[in-house]
């Protein structure tokens, strides 16, 4: 029943086929990751309008400088590298020995969490399916049940998809058969009722969670700890949140009911009624403005479109005027 | 019949027991990754004697400066981030555009490859495991046959074990059930002869091999081939080759037969007859040096021992010395 993978090279007409067969579980997975499938609706909106001026509130990403105290401070680390003194070859394992120590006595420090218990990593990402490794295995036992937010970034979902513990996709719920979804929603201020939870193995918490950025107390520990860090990075993030609140009130102001946007880059914006990938479109003809649909996220995020506030700050007064032109 | 697996969490007496299966594959890998374990012996070793002077040849790691013009870059590329033309966001998802550019161009020009074939990783051990996960899936059917040459690199072999494609280990033969091994050594100029290999789904290739850094060809690309940076990068791989020559040329006055260390940071001794744990483990007792035991990687090492010629010009002298002392 498994379908014989194929590699097809077609160089000079040679054309392979590989005996070699793909993880079945690879077929499961929803259209790819949702920022390639928001590139493929950039695209072709800019075939279609190669003239209009495209603003980009998806992905997220930053656009101001970072502070001179942080740059410079990497220059020097580079300098350093070319001398005998500062030269360093392969890192420590599990991170930089002082960064440990720091990590430890500024954010674990109610917990008591030693240095030696804290593991620099390369993302959070890659780590999380690693995890799932530990977890799961091929011989056909299904070892870990899981429990996600019905919306979170979509990544941590994929990587139960390809090890096989997400079960089938289920085109009508839009969700998988072997993962429970926890309800979370303005009703609930987006976290869960864990009461009302079924007991699982794996339970996936997103927090301060992506894309609402509601947090789970209102005490995340951040490197606004870091004594100094403050004031230097202080200038950096005041200017996102100011976007931040320029787009949150120009959308208040049309009448839509608007989450975070706070003390977080992104604001989440409900359509009662719509499916979240028509707004999309339908944002994007009109004012030539990238967003992220809702549902990318979760099911939970089927009437729901993420603006990110990160840009320079004429692109987000310029998105707000478009926005009041198209709704108003 | 799997185990329960147990998270024992004992602070202030409250011990907590999951009910979380473990993947049962991660029970078979053998004694952990090589390093680690020689990291057991190096401190064991410090204990018993703590006013030794320690030479560490295990790991290979680099000890002298980078060029300048390396440093320089890094520095200001680092610089820039604090300026407005010079910040960047994200980076490109399949590396930067002209480093594609430039890999295509220099690396695979004979080959026709296209800089948007090129992917730049994030390293070579992290995407091996992964594309291994591209072939492997959790039904339970065996969908990928693995061959490997019988030494290399301990890490591919760990990640076969965990994903379930590797077999139970047979401690006689130090090889796995479910792994084909080609046999590689001086005979064959530690290339293996794919005419008398059985037909497998994968075959895992280390080339330029490590440990005894022998390449398939006599052509290998490298950086060496952009303009400049053959002066630039010279002078610091001239003062490791010269390492190597010092290190070859003392253990073969001692008639011992010596492989690699001629454009390689690594010399390969032959110790026929011994294991070479027992060789390792007499050489650090006797001389305070710490080598790599060939059998680490893999069952064609037993005889061997990998010896990093990477470090100060007076530590290769100093370890020569010894090595010279013990064995004339």
Known sequence: MIPQARLEI??????????????????????????????????????????????NLGIGDTTEPIPDIVAV???????ALSTVEGYRGYGAEQGNKALRKAIAETLYKDVQVKDSEVFVSDGS?????????CTCSDNGIKTAEIVMENFMTQAYIDTSVIIG???????????????????CGPQNNFFPDLAKTRRTDIIFFCSPNNPTVYVTDDSPR????IPGAKE???????????????????????????????????????????????VFDYILEKTHIITVPGSGFGPGGEEFLRMSTFGHRETILEASKRLKNLFS
């Open 222 to 225: 951040s490197i606004f700890e």
């Open 10 to 55: 077609q160089k000079e007409r040679v054309v392979c086929h590989t005996r070699v067969q793909r993880n079945v579980n690879l077929e499961k997975l929803q259209n790819g990751y949702l920022f390639p499938e928001i590139s493929m609706h950039e695209l072709q909106h800019i075939r279609k309008y190669p003239d209009a001026k495209l603003i």
């Open 125 to 133: 990402q890659c780590d999380i399916t690693r995890l799932q490794y």
């Open 165 to 183: 513990q997400a079960g089938d996709f289920e085109e009508k719920s839009g969700k998988f058969g072997n993962i429970e979804y926890m309800n």
């Open 73 to 79: 401070s990497m220059a020097e680390y580079a300098h």
């Open 232 to 278: 230097a990075v202080c200038s950096v993030v005041n200017y996102y949140k100011e976007n931040a609140k320029i787009l949150l009130e120009t959308l208040a102001s049309l009448g839509l009911k608007v989450y975070g946007g706070e003390n977080a880059p992104y604001v989440w914006v409900h359509f009662p009624g719509s499916k979240s990938w028509d």
